[in-house]
Structures are given as structure tokens and as C-alpha cells.
């Protein structure tokens, strides 16, 4: 018999790859080898569980810890914190599922903050509740003859982010102004108190302002 010499050409289909390891196989065509190289497949993560910390002690916390799984085999997943405040501590990873440990750092300011861990595609949230805010003042106590007068209160609070709540329990006679600053973390909170009524017998009356639960005892005199 007689043959003919040629070019032919051999279509061939590949299934999806359920793994992120990329694979190869071959193909016997007329006796000779061809290969066939697929890539991994791309690796999708998601957390397991809530996507959030519980709110966390502002003092700081070690050894926190979420779940997180993968559909494919084979990948090799990285965590990154993107908070300074936040370390990740180790990363593991098997099969299809996997789990981060990290750490927080104390929050010196007086507001809850929050931030982000990541792994692949997944975010896991972390919340930290803020310091405690206390306060100190300048003066705890002061006394106004009976034409009152102007003066200004002034407190710093233990945390950074803090501000105090302002008040008073003799409005009557005591009018607080509006509360300034922090500048160089002090806040001034200027007040006024009212001419003493005319009275026949010396009396002295007595209010509080209150700063960040902090007092401020006011006392003024009749004469």
C-alpha cells in the first residue's frame, strides 16, 4: 500500500484543576509525547466563624485565634496584619482549612478602635475597646466672694482620645461655658458664677461642677 505524509491537527480538552498545585500530563500522538502543562488553580479563602473579634481588653491581649478554610488543596495562604497594633503570631494550614493566632497591643487612646487582618481574599475584623478615661483637675475646690465672678477649670485625661463629660448641679447660679482643647492634653472648661442675692445673714452656698466625674466644689459667700 501506499501512504501520504501530512499535517493533521488534535483537539483535546482539560479538566478544571481542584487543586492550587499546577499539574501536566501527556498525549500519545502517532507515537510521539506531548505534553500537557495546567496551571493551579487560583486559592479563594473565607473565614470560618464570625468574621470579627469579641471586643478586646484595652490592656492588650496575646494568643487570639480564628479559623479560616479553603475549597482547593495545595495553597499556601499568608496573613497580614494591617494595623501596627496588631501582630500575626503563626499561621497554619492543611488540607482545606487553616487558623491564625495574633496578638494586640494595649490601646492607649479612650476610643475603640479597629483593624484588619487579611489572608488571601479573606478580612478578619479585630475591635479593641478603648483605655478607661479618667481625669485629674487642676483644683478641686474654689471660693467666690458675693460679686461671683469668672474663672476656668482645667483637667487632663489618663488617655489619649478621651473627653470629658461637663456639668452642673446649681445651674442657678453657676454657668459653664464651652469646653476647650485638648491642647498639649489639657482641656479648659471657662464657668461664671452669679452675684450673691442681698441677704441680711452671712451664708455661704455651695455647687459642683462635675468633669469626667472628676468635682469641682464652688463655694460663695453672702458678704
Known amino acids: 500500500s501506499s501512504g501520504s505524509a501530512g499535517t493533521s491537527a488534535v483537539q483535546f480538552s482539560a479538566a478544571p484543576n481542584p487543586s492550587a498545585t499546577p499539574r501536566s500530563g501527556t498525549l500519545t500522538i502517532a507515537g510521539l509525547t506531548y505534553t500537557v502543562n495546567q496551571a493551579g488553580a487560583a486559592c479563594a479563602f473565607s473565614i470560618?466563624?464570625?468574621?470579627?473579634?469579641?471586643?478586646?481588653?484595652?490592656?492588650?491581649?496575646?494568643?487570639?485565634?480564628?479559623?479560616?478554610s479553603s475549597v482547593l488543596t495545595g495553597c499556601s495562604p499568608l496573613a497580614v496584619s494591617y494595623a501596627s497594633w496588631i501582630?500575626?503570631?503563626?499561621?497554619?494550614?492543611?488540607?482545606?482549612?487553616?487558623?491564625v493566632t495574633y496578638s494586640v497591643?494595649?490601646?492607649?487612646?479612650?476610643?475603640?478602635?479597629?483593624?484588619?487582618?487579611?489572608?488571601?481574599?479573606a478580612l478578619f475584623t479585630v475591635v479593641q475597646s478603648g483605655a478607661t478615661c479618667a481625669y485629674s483637675l487642676s483644683t478641686y475646690g474654689k471660693m467666690f466672694g458675693v460679686a461671683g465672678g469668672n474663672d476656668t477649670l482645667f483637667g487632663?485625661?489618663?488617655a489619649v482620645g478621651c473627653t470629658p463629660a461637663v456639668g452642673t448641679d446649681q445651674p442657678s447660679f453657676i454657668t459653664l461655658g464651652t469646653l476647650q482643647g485638648p491642647t498639649s492634653n489639657i482641656f479648659s472648661l471657662p464657668y461664671e458664677v452669679s452675684p450673691f442675692s442681698t441677704s441680711?445673714?452671712?451664708?455661704?452656698?455651695?455647687?459642683?461642677?462635675?468633669?469626667g466625674g472628676q468635682i469641682l466644689t464652688i463655694k460663695q459667700r453672702s458678704w
Open 48 to 68: 470560618t466563624g464570625p468574621a470579627s473579634s469579641p471586643l478586646l481588653s484595652s490592656a492588650g491581649v496575646s494568643s487570639q485565634s480564628f479559623q479560616f
Open 87 to 99: 501582630t500575626v503570631d503563626t499561621v497554619t494550614f492543611g488540607g482545606t482549612s487553616g487558623g
Open 105 to 121: 497591643a494595649s490601646n492607649p487612646f479612650g476610643a475603640t478602635r479597629s483593624g484588619m487582618i487579611q489572608v488571601g481574599n
Open 156 to 158: 487632663s485625661p489618663t
Open 200 to 211: 441680711l445673714t452671712a451664708i455661704v452656698r455651695f455647687g459642683k461642677v462635675t468633669f
